[in-house]
């Protein structure tokens, strides 16, 4: 019998909850903190930005399993479940004993796993009575996402884009425009933030940073209009646990239960939604699975970051974090994965990262696009430049098991396709593409500019 590649749910095995790790950590992660009186941030605080049920969820450290409303279910079911799928042509090219499977959220309407928690942010804006969302955007991933979340719940969008990537990638405001979306490049002169920023660096490239402190400026300065985020918080992650528990039965149905769970991380929503679920597992019942968190050399802030609280947003208009950060002005090399050019990493992630439960590592850029062409070549995918880490991580991982000879289970998320990143491929193809080296001064710089 044909060997099977490709496995399926059926709409009615599609989970009705989500995942909530926080649940379920013997160390909870530390409270989000007001700037201003450095007293934990409350929900009635939070909801001034979010959505108040969002805040709840952000908060909620008692309760494993969430309800995912049946709106979004049904929204879900549009494009879920999304294969998982055995990488027989990528472990045939590398020769390696070990089983390669990835779950693929390249396979959504809107080609990343972003759209999981944008309808649920959507959802909850409107049942609250919201009739504006803001939000900013790197790659513009997120923004495409939310803007057709925004509309299928009737609510109107406004999206800052960082500028550099507005340049790298011009399709995604065409796309985010086309679901009626308003989209800004920043940092502009619409805002404050923006303004400031301008005038102190008029070439400012733009960063998530600066895009987050527009849009929660505008989100706190407009009635009846909320801030929703796309990674990095805790609700956002908690709405991504859909690709683990999805990939938990896909993978029984392979006969398989992975030994190494890889993602790559930008603020680690697609990370946790994939790894914490079988964390759960670790946790409860004592497995060893290991998770990578593949992150950008230039942008290291799991191996090379420090734990401490920090803002979300160049500005710090946002709650202080915990988290493993390079600091909130930290400015990120220009590299194509514009989704991993964030300073910090969620107060999950952080939490786990601390306690050792993951670990993370650190691919170059052109490290990055080699994984990224092998796999294209392979399994007829051209991965997302933020997914091509995840696949280096893998291939690396792949690589150990061809010298030691063990066949070990491998998953990793591929979190997007990269059919809108076609300039960052020719630039590798020509050439054209570097990598970038950190050094340990300009790290320590940020840091030290730290004041929490
Ligand atoms: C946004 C994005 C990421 C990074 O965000 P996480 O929250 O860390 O998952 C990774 N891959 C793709 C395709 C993205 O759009």
């Known amino acids: 019998m044909a060997k099977q590649k490709k496995f399926i749910l059926q709409e009615n095995q599609i989970p009705?909850?989500?995942?909530?790790?926080?649940?379920?950590?013997?160390?909870?992660?530390?409270?989000?903190?007001?700037?201003k009186t450095m007293q934990p941030a409350t929900i009635e605080e939070l909801s001034r930005i979010f959505a108040t049920e969002c805040c709840k969820q952000e908060l909620n450290i008692t309760d494993a399993w969430i309800d995912i409303p049946e709106e979004v279910q049904e929204k879900y079911r549009n494009y879920r479940s999304t294969p998982l799928v055995r990488a027989?042509?990528?472990?045939?090219?590398?020769?390696?004993?070990?089983?390669?499977?990835?779950?693929?959220?390249?396979?959504?309407?809107?080609?990343?796993?972003?759209?999981?928690?944008?309808?649920?942010?959507?959802?909850?804006?409107?049942?609250?009575?919201?009739?504006?969302?803001?939000?900013?955007?790197?790659?513009?991933?997120?923004?495409?996402?939310?803007?057709?979340?925004?509309?299928?719940?009737?609510?109107?969008?406004?999206?800052?884009?960082v500028k550099i990537t507005m340049q790298q990638k011009p399709y995604r405001s065409a796309i985010m425009r086309t679901f009626g979306a308003a989209v800004t490049g920043s940092p502009s002169m619409s805002t404050r933030a923006g303004k400031d920023i301008l005038t102190a660096q008029p070439n400012?490239?733009?960063?998530l940073g600066t895009a987050i402190s527009e849009a929660v400026e505008l989100a706190t300065m407009t009635p009846n209009c909320k801030y929703t985020l796309g990674s990095v918080l805790s609700h956002v992650t908690l709405h991504q646990t859909i690709i683990g528990l999805e990939a938990e039965k896909q993978m029984e149905m392979a006969g398989e239960y992975p030994d190494v769970v890889i993602a790559c991380f930008g603020g680690g929503s697609n990370f946790g939604g994939l790894a914490?679920?079988?964390?759960?597992?670790?946790?409860?019942?004592?497995?060893?699975?290991?998770?990578i968190a593949a992150e950008p050399a230039s942008c290291p802030k799991l191996t090379r970051g420090v734990f401490r609280y920090d803002f979300g947003d160049e500005a710090g208009y946002t709650p202080l974090l915990p988290m493993y950060t390079l600091g909130h002005n930290f400015k990120p090399a220009n590299i194509h994965a514009g989704g991993l050019r964030y300073h910090g990493a969620g107060t999950i992630a952080s939490q786990l990262l601390k306690d050792?439960?993951?670990?993370?590592?650190d691919i170059p850029q052109l490290e990055s696009f080699d994984a990224g062409m092998l796999f294209a070549r392979t399994e007829g995918i051209i991965p997302a430049p933020e997914s091509c880490h995840a696949i280096a991580a893998a291939i690396r991982e792949a690589?150990?098991?061809?010298?030691?000879?063990?066949?070990?289970?491998?998953?990793?998320?591929?979190?997007?396709?990269?059919?809108?990143?076609?300039?960052?491929?020719?630039?590798?193809?020509?050439?054209?593409?570097?990598?970038?080296?950190?050094?340990?001064?300009?790290?320590?710089?940020?840091?030290?500019?730290l004041k929490f």
């Open 356 to 361: 050792k439960m993951m670990r993370g590592v």
């Open 16 to 35: 009705t909850q989500w995942y909530n790790i926080q649940a379920d950590m013997l160390n909870k992660p530390l409270m989000p903190m007001n700037p």
């Open 88 to 161: 027989y042509g990528l472990e045939e090219a590398l020769g390696t004993p070990a089983h390669i499977y990835f779950k693929n959220e390249s396979a959504t309407p809107l080609g990343s796993h972003k759209v999981n928690s944008a309808l649920p942010q959507c959802y909850y804006c409107k049942q609250e009575g919201t009739t504006n969302v803001t939000t900013e955007t790197g790659a513009g991933q997120w923004g495409a996402a939310l803007s057709y979340a925004a509309k299928v719940f009737g609510l109107e969008a406004a999206v800052y884009q």
């Open 204 to 207: 400012h490239p733009g960063s």
């Open 399 to 449: 690589n150990k098991c061809k010298e030691s000879g063990e066949q070990k289970t491998i998953l990793f998320c591929l979190s997007g396709h990269g059919l809108i990143d076609m300039p960052s491929y020719e630039r590798y193809i020509d050439g054209d593409l570097q990598n970038y080296n950190l050094s340990d001064e300009e790290i320590q710089k940020n840091i030290s500019q």
């Open 276 to 291: 914490f679920p079988f964390m759960r597992h670790n946790i409860l019942e004592g497995k060893t699975t290991e998770f």
